[in-house]
């Protein structure tokens, strides 16, 4: 069983939408990989658009399972 926080945000350069898929950079595939059939926790946050950017929630927002990784 691994422990993984997946972090997103709506101004992330990633083709991202929790609520279908989470779109990586490839350093972290094994770590995903770990997490099959597990479930992470989702976290947005603060910054999400620019340096200065104060519109993220810096919540954790959601659960999830790893189903597969494509």
Do not use: N, W
């Amino acid at each position: 069983m691994a422990k993984a926080v997946f972090t997103t945000s709506e101004s992330s350069a990633y083709d991202a939408q929790p609520e279908v898929r989470y779109h990586f950079p490839k350093t972290y595939l094994r770590q995903a990989e770990a997490a099959t059939g597990d479930l992470i926790v989702y976290y947005e946050p603060r910054r999400t658009a620019g340096p200065r950017s104060r519109t993220g929630r810096q919540a954790y927002f959601a659960v999830a399972r790893v189903l597969r990784i494509e």
